[in-house]
């Protein structure tokens, strides 16, 4: 089969197309066609250097997938040949997806919405299961409360929708290419983090507090919210926090760090919302498969409007 292949870590240009060796699915594996992945900024940390998620190249490299199933494994029970599906595979040393076949356990495989076509379903599986697990599982979202979304990118867009539809008032902050879009989506308020103040917004807009908080900017951004949370407010990030945490022990807050887990049920929730009209794919651009340095540098700079995708099957 075709892939692009790292051959080191490091810049874009380590990535090079190579036939390699077809994978063989194990007994409880799908082996799927690749129609389409996606560029997330974890592939771009992988690239530059990912023996910390035990990946040594030269490897295949990206971790979504729409795509179909050509074979299963001889103890596969929910899935067979023919099936459209999409998930995000494991990480810690596995082969990626930037290739036209992959294979992964069915556990974290699920249906495609019926309502996307490849290109548009990879851009979901990392970046929205991730929303979900941190708005709905890890920040137990209910109807009423106020939450803060810090960076209305890949991830961020997704839980602005995930949020509003689980009928919470939502504010994220924002680049100014996004502001609109984010408004869009369902943002009460999008704060420009560029020209404006979150705490000033909400504390002049909203009442000065809200209930959950989640983060994926990093540095001192989700310390410096502790102080326009309500007490005993959640705070979720996928970074590791930083700063200092007298007002989260004073206000009896709870911070959860989140690393997702790969698993089939976020992505049947997702699947639902998405055939119901309640959830769309945020997309940036999409490229061949050939291109995906150039998609790497797009993800690795400024200016984006969702998520990079990757047309592996050329559709």
Request: a negative charge.
């Amino acid at each position: 089969m075709e892939a692009m292949v790292i051959t080191d870590f490091g810049g874009t240009d380590v990535f090079e197309r190579r036939d390699i060796d077809r994978p063989t699915p194990g007994p409880t594996e799908l082996l799927v066609r690749v129609h389409a992945s996606s560029v997330n900024p974890v592939d771009c940390k992988i690239r530059q250097a990912g023996s910390w998620a035990g990946i040594e190249p030269p490897t295949v490299i990206g971790y979504d997938v729409s795509g179909v199933v050509e074979a299963v494994g001889e103890s596969v029970t929910e899935f067979e040949a023919g099936d459209d599906v999409f998930y995000t595979p494991e990480i810690f040393g596995e082969q990626g997806s930037y290739a036209e076949f992959h294979t992964a356990d069915e556990s974290i495989v699920a249906r495609k919405p019926d309502s996307l076509s490849h290109t548009e379903a990879a851009a979901l599986p990392l970046a929205a299961a991730t929303a979900w697990e941190a708005i709905v599982t890890r920040g137990d979202v209910t109807a009423g409360e106020t939450v803060l979304i810090h960076g209305a990118g890949g991830v961020g867009a997704h839980a602005v929708q995930i949020a509003d539809e689980s009928g919470a008032t939502v504010i994220a902050t924002a680049s100014p290419q996004t502001v609109d879009q984010t408004e869009e989506l369902g943002a009460a308020r999008a704060v420009d983090y560029e020209s404006e103040s979150f705490a000033d917004v909400i504390d002049a807009e909203f009442g000065g507090g809200v209930d959950l908080v989640f983060d994926t900017v990093g540095g001192d951004t989700l310390v410096d919210s502790t102080g326009v949370t309500n007490p005993h407010g959640r705070l979720v990030t996928v970074l590791e926090p930083e700063g200092e945490w007298g007002t989260a022990y004073q206000k009896n807050l709870s911070v959860e760090m989140l690393f997702l887990e790969r698993d089939r049920r976020p992505l049947d929730a997702l699947r639902r919302l998405v055939d119901a009209g309640r959830l769309e794919p945020v997309i940036d651009s999409v490229h061949p498969l050939e291109d995906v340095a150039t998609a790497h540098e797009l993800v690795e700079g400024s200016g984006l409007t969702g998520k990079v995708v990757l047309d592996v099957a050329g559709e």
